[in-house]
């Protein structure tokens, strides 16, 4: 499938989606966002992928929803087509891990993006923000929920009312990257990660995704609950016993997703 505004590529069990509206600094419009999650779709079907890493250039992960797509749109044209609400529900709904590969801007839409993966690796030169304040609007794609959940409210507040940016050491300080490395690295460093998570059961990979996402969404005692017959439900999976079988046998697990 072709994309003008993704370069996606499959190598090794992991998908790599690159932003590619260059001129943009990989601004969100509905195009990029149409055609992210149709690609998204697909590679969560297509049994050759494991995991996939999204990325956007050295200058830009992505700078905010676009503005000149929004600018001139009326609360009629925004509420009447749900604006981006389908295109991030289709973002959540993968259930394959997606590694966000971020070097720098990573502002607004593009911050929210990064947020709606399942975690967020970046380069030295990430800078992480939610400037819509100074557009005259508020985040519109999550980011004054995760934020939040990712940072906490003091440091939410601070982004989101003063619209300033986060560097990649505060960002990992405060919980919003797993991970900081040098810019070259970043897509290699990101790629390696997701070849290691391919090697595991997709079944525990799932289930784990469903488990730290439940997180989110639950009170405590019903997460934990949750995770706990998830981690049940896996003793009936050939994998918990190749898994568990291959550490008594000192050797290396063959996992088979059953
Ligand atoms: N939308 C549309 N175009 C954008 C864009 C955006 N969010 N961000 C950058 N661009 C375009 C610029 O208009 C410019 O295009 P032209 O050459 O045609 O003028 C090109 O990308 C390069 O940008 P700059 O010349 O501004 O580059 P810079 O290096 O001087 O500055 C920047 C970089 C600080 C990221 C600056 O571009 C910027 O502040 N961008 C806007 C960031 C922003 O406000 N994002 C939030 C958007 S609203 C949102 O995201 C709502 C939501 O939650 C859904």
């Known amino acids: 499938m072709a994309y003008q505004t993704l370069i996606v590529e499959i190598e090794d069990s992991v998908a790599l989606i690159r932003l590619n509206r ?15 999650a149709e690609a998204l779709k697909a590679l969560d079907s ?11 250039s050295d200058k830009a992960f992505a700078a905010g929803a676009d503005i000149k797509e929004m ?11 749900d604006y981006f ?25 593009g911050c929210e993006l990064a ?15 939610q400037p819509e304040i100074n557009l005259g609007v508020i985040a519109g794609i999550g980011g004054t929920q995760r934020l939040t959940r990712f940072v906490g409210k003091s440091k939410s507040m601070d982004m989101h009312l003063t619209g300033r940016f986060m560097d990649a050491a505060e960002a990992e300080r405060s919980g919003l990257v797993s991970r900081v490395v040098p ?16 090697e595991k059961s997709a079944l525990t990979v799932m289930a784990v995704k469903e488990a ?28 918990q016993k190749e898994g568990m079988g291959a550490f008594l046998e000192k050797r290396q697990p063959q996992f088979r997703d059953r």
Do not use: W
Not at 219 to 234: I, N
């Open 22 to 36: 260059p001129d943009a600094l990989n601004a969100l419009n509905s195009q990029l966002l149409g055609e992210l």
């Open 115 to 129: 947020m709606m993966c399942d975690f967020i690796i970046c380069s030295e030169t990430a800078k992480f923000g």
């Open 183 to 198: 810019p070259a690295k970043l897509v290699p460093e990101a790629l390696a990660i997701a070849k290691k998570i391919a």
């Open 212 to 239: 730290v996402n439940r997180s989110y969404e639950t009170t405590l005692r019903e997460g934990v609950l949750f995770e706990r017959r998830l981690f049940h439900a896996l003793f009936a999976t050939e994998d």
């Open 46 to 56: 297509n049994d050759k992928v494991r995991c996939i890493v999204l990325t956007g």
């Open 85 to 109: 609400a389908p295109e991030g529900e289709a973002i959540l709904r993968v259930r394959k891990p997606i590694i966000a590969a971020v070097s720098g801007y990573a502002l607004g839409g």
């Open 71 to 81: 600018a001139d749109k009326s609360f009629v044209d925004m509420f009447g087509s």
